[in-house]
Nanobody, 130 residues
Framework: QVQLVESGGGSVQAGGSLRLSCAAS????????MGWFRQAPGKEREGVAT???????SYAESVKGRFTISRDNAKNTLYLQMNSLKPEDTAMYYC????????????????????????WGKGTLVTISS
């Protein structure tokens, strides 16, 4: 059974930093695209940052220059370093992953939700106060 478990969420003041982690477990030999998505109250879920098997990354315009996505394939762990946090970053953050290598999904396609991601975590809450 595949599981994605997020951690690292919390409450910080504007300007602060948080680092999210996502531990992937299960029978997947290798992940293709992985990424972070978020959903704020009353809003639709949006892509935040994604990374594909070649290490190429894509970011939402609103987080470029502030967030950094990375992955440790040996540990099957995905990270999101979030700096200069703003109140508008407040949301539930979800980790997602896709193992369909045959699909050849790029980080851009993952970010925009062109194909949808196979697996999702339950989320970790990030709250930024002004």
């Amino acid at each position: 059974q595949v599981q994605l478990v997020e951690s690292g969420g919390g409450s910080v003041q504007a300007g602060g930093s948080l680092r999210l982690s996502c531990a992937a477990s299960g029978y997947i030999d290798s992940w293709n695209c992985m990424g972070w998505f978020r959903q704020a109250p009353g809003k639709e879920r949006e892509g935040v940052a994604t990374i594909d098997s070649d290490g190429s990354t894509s970011y939402a315009e609103s987080v470029k220059g502030r967030f950094t996505i990375s992955r440790d394939n040996a540990k099957n762990t995905l990270y999101l370093q979030m700096n200069s946090l703003k109140p508008e970053d407040t949301a539930m953050y979800y980790c997602a992953a896709d193992a369909r290598g045959w699909l050849g999904m790029t980080s851009v396609e993952a970010l925009t939700g062109l194909y949808g991601m196979e697996y999702w975590g339950k989320g970790t809450l990030v709250t930024i106060s002004s």
